[in-house]
């Protein structure tokens, strides 16, 4: 046999292989969903299959998406108003401000293996947390001083001091079940390391509360949720919602890229692909008459930051005159295809009763030369010259050169770090028209993309840079983040404030919006520090991405657009097939 002929029959056993295995896949899928109708399974493209069903470990995004259907909180949002409503919860928390103690009292649920959910729950998961640290959930709890439990229904939450995050943040905490991990962690006790013991715990089937509950999962390829017949709301209305679920299981598909996903829902394989749609296929999406395309803004934040603690952005001037470069038309035109949101403030506008509209903002409705002219009088203003200035006598933009700090030293080159292009195509773009933005002033900028781990080696640990551009998909809606991002005590290695802002001013409210309890006060506080912020541009928001997401019609309704998309509890909660 030729070497030709040799790989031809190479490839032809591939292909076999391949086809067998997808009959394999088909048919054990068949046989998981044959106690229900076909039509009564939705199925869901994922690109990659959950790292955990461990609740604690739990950080990456599938995890955290699968595991949301099974675990439940207290308190979860409106789709509509993004009030906090209760859910495991029977009513809104009752506070003394005397005794610092919230009261919770639950309604009657069990868990998936039929026991009874009670406050013995509520209070071990608090407990817990608070006991072994535990990553991701701990700044939530810290703070607490005790747990009660007077009855089998009623929680009572004693705090050490004020803290406005304890009801939009920790009573947002979803609960597990203390017989599930009693034993897991008296078995981790007796370890040199107990937490690392928890984490590395695998959980083939969780108990928890949830409207689904897992049936199988063959690694690799799919997951399988069947409907939890004990699940607590099932024939309830929650915030004028009739809850089911009305499908008999989910089959969440593994296809590893968007285009194998995309192609799979236009051939009907999945009824919906779980993740957000890049712009370039919308076209095809929405001239295909099966498809039905979703798009909601997101709680979102994609920036530019800088490096405050040393030249040239330790000066206000310059980082002001670098926001009224920004063409933001552009961005959302150009880059984004028109699926964005402007954004002038940390806050979305999709978050509406934090945001402030009435935020500093740079350089709206002037076209290019506008803004270079607005920016070159912030910088003469503030004492820079130029070789050749940006401005020429006759008031033409021309290009600058050889632009002067105020001291007469000449402005060195600086880079503006970005993710590459193969990882995020907006971002890497914004560095680069940032940078040509940037020159047309005669700043001598260069856009720099370096792999992900690195930049943020480069920003978090080494803090060596002079600017970057980096995003939160999925900011909290609670905007203490806002805090977190600026406030001085943060400036540290691998701490939250990455660009070294320190603002005495901005600390003082900051502290006292983390104490202040009353909504509507603490709302005021939060305006004047986005004010505070946007006045002095330590970051400068470029962009909010919408979620583009796309289902097949004529398979379910039920869908529930909110912020951050209808791939929400609330849809599965919903949907019905038609």
């Known amino acids: 046999m030729g070497r030709k002929d040799g790989e031809k029959t190479r490839l032809f056993r591939s292909w076999i292989m391949s086809i067998l295995g997808a009959l394999m896949l088909m048919a ?3 046989v998981s969903v044959s106690n229900s109708s076909a039509a009564d399974v939705l199925k869901m493209g994922i690109l ?12 990456d995004r599938w995890s955290l998406k699968i595991l949301g259907l099974i675990y439940q ?9 993004l009030d906090l409503i209760p859910w495991l919860a029977a009513a809104a928390p009752e506070f003394d401000a005397k005794t610092l103690c919230y009261t919770v009292k639950l309604r ?3 868990w998936s293996d039929g026991t009874e959910l009670t406050s013995e729950d509520v209070a071990f998961t608090g407990n817990f947390i608070q006991e072994f640290k535990v990553p991701r959930h701990l700044s939530k709890w810290k703070f607490i001083k005790k747990i009660e439990t007077p009855d089998k229904q009623t929680v009572k939450f004693y705090l050490n001091e004020p803290q406005a995050i304890f009801v939009t943040r920790t009573l947002t905490t979803p609960i597990v079940q203390k017989n599930e991990w009693e034993t897991v962690i008296e078995k981790a006790k007796g370890t040199e390391k107990p937490l690392r013991a928890i984490l590395r715990h695998k959980v083939k089937t969780p108990v928890g509360s949830g409207p689904f509950m897992l049936k199988d999962w063959r690694s690799g390829a799919y997951l399988y949720l069947v409907k939890n017949p004990l699940f607590f709301g099932s024939g309830k209305t929650i915030s004028n919602h009739l809850l089911g679920p009305y499908i008999d ?7 590893g890229t968007s285009d194998a996903a995309i192609l799979a829902l236009k051939k009907g394989s999945v009824d919906m692909f779980w993740w957000g749609i890049q712009p370039g296929y919308m076209e095809d999406l929405k001239a295909n008459p099966d498809m039905e395309v979703f798009t909601n803004e997101k709680s979102a934040l994609y920036y530019l930051g800088f490096n405050v603690r040393k030249p040239p952005f330790n000066d206000v001037n310059l980082r002001r005159a670098a926001a009224t470069l920004v063409g933001e038309d552009f961005i959302i035109k150009r880059i984004l295809q028109g699926y964005g949101v402007k954004m002038y403030s940390i806050i979305p506008p999709g978050n509406a009763f934090w945001y402030c509209p009435d935020v500093p903002k740079y350089g709206v409705g002037l076209d290019r030369e506008g803004r270079i ?8 203003d503030a004492g820079y010259t130029w070789q050749i200035p940006p401005i020429d006598g006759s008031g033409n933009v021309i290009n600058g050169e050889g632009i002067m700090l105020p001291d007469g030293n000449l402005m060195g080159k600086f880079t503006i770090l970005t993710p590459p292009a193969d990882y995020d195509p907006h971002r890497a773009m914004c560095g680069m028209m940032m940078q040509e933005w940037l020159r047309m002033l005669g700043i001598p900028a260069y856009s720099k993309p370096m792999s992900f781990g690195a930049l943020i080696e480069q920003v ?5 840079f002079e600017a970057f551009i980096l995003g939160y998909g999925s900011l909290s809606l609670d905007p203490d983040y806002l805090r977190n991002f600026f406030i001085s005590t943060n400036d540290r290695t691998r701490g939250w404030n990455m660009s070294g802002y320190n603002n005495p001013a901005f600390d003082k409210i900051a502290n006292q919006s983390a104490e202040t309890m009353d909504r509507n006060e603490r709302q005021k506080l939060i305006w004047e520090m986005q004010k505070i912020i946007m006045g002095d541009v330590p970051y400068m928001p470029l962009y909010n991405p919408k979620l583009i997401e796309a289902a097949r019609k004529g398979k379910f309704t039920g869908w529930v657009q909110m912020l951050g998309g209808v791939g929400n509890l609330w849809s599965f909660c919903q949907l019905k097939p038609l």
């Open 28 to 30: 054990s899928i068949h």
């Open 48 to 59: 990659e299959e959950p790292k955990t069903l461990n609740i604690w470990a739990a950080g």
């Open 73 to 81: 909180p207290l308190y979860i949002r409106d789709p509509k108003t």
């Open 108 to 110: 009657p649920a069990r």
């Open 249 to 255: 299981g989910i089959i969440f598909k593994v296809y």
């Open 373 to 380: 002219k607005k920016a070159f009088k912030i910088l003469s």
């Open 460 to 464: 978090k640990v080494r803090r060596d």
